[in-house]
């Protein structure tokens, strides 16, 4: 079982400052995502990352895939109190985009205090 | 279009009773999935669906069946509820080409007593 660890589990801060987080693996992954989830809905995919090195900008949000493919990081700028949630990351541990079983880290629970 | 709809939002079950949790998607997808959150368990597949006639199991079967109804809909059944099984459960779906890329309906809130 290829496990994702991601790091830290709870971050709670002042809007305006910056944060990163982590996802990690000891496996590689084909492609990993990133989802966000809110109190009492379902996880919203942001991003898709496929290639090592890459990296991708949503707005103040920077998604990194490391360069052998087996980790990932989340670096939000000037946060927000919309910021606020549960961020996930899954993996693809086959190539191609034709696994079925994602595997899902457990998340880093965030809190932007106003 | 609505995306990944589920039904009921909320249900309360005693121990022993059965209930079918409801999926439907609009996206035109292939594949579908049954997905149970757990607090610091991270979100753990249940069973899952490559397309249209085919199920598979995933990390967590046990308890659990499921019928994929036609390429909308896709449906969870608990034969025989347990305290155990009290959990947020999600359906999501995905192209068959993109199976990566996961869309995920709001989540049912299922209590077992």
């Known amino acids: 079982t290829q496990l994702l660890e991601q790091s830290p589990q709870f971050l709670s801060i002042q809007e305006g400052e910056n944060l990163t987080v982590y996802c990690n693996s000891s496996?590689?992954?084909?492609?990993l995502q990133w989802y966000r989830q809110e109190p009492g809905e379902g996880p919203v995919l942001l991003v898709t990352?496929?290639?090592?090195?890459e990296v991708k900008k949503l707005k103040r949000l920077t998604f990194q895939f490391g360069d052998a493919r087996k980790d990932s990081s989340l670096h939000i700028t000037a946060a927000q109190p919309g910021d606020t949630g549960l961020y996930l990351c899954a993996g693809d541990p086959k190539s191609g985009g034709s696994n079925y079983k994602l595997t899902f880290g457990k998340g880093t629970l965030l809190t932007v205090n106003p | 279009n609505a995306g990944v709809t589920q039904t009921p939002k909320f249900q309360v079950l005693k121990t022993g009773q059965s209930m079918t949790l409801q999926c439907a998607q609009d996206m035109n997808h292939n594949s579908m999935y049954w997905y149970r959150q757990d607090p610091g368990m991270g979100l753990r597949l249940i069973y899952y669906?490559?397309?249209?006639?085919?199920?598979d199991k995933g990390e967590v079967p046990n308890g659990y069946n499921v019928s994929r109804l036609n390429k909308r809909e896709f449906s969870l059944r608990l034969e025989s509820a347990a305290p155990s099984q009290t959990s947020v459960y999600f359906c999501a779906s995905s192209d068959l080409r993109r199976t990566d890329t996961q869309y995920f309906g709001p989540g049912t809130r299922l209590t077992v007593l």
């Open positions: 990352v496929v290639t090592g090195g």
């Open positions: 669906s490559a397309s249209e006639g085919t199920t």
């Open positions: 496996s590689v992954f084909s492609s």
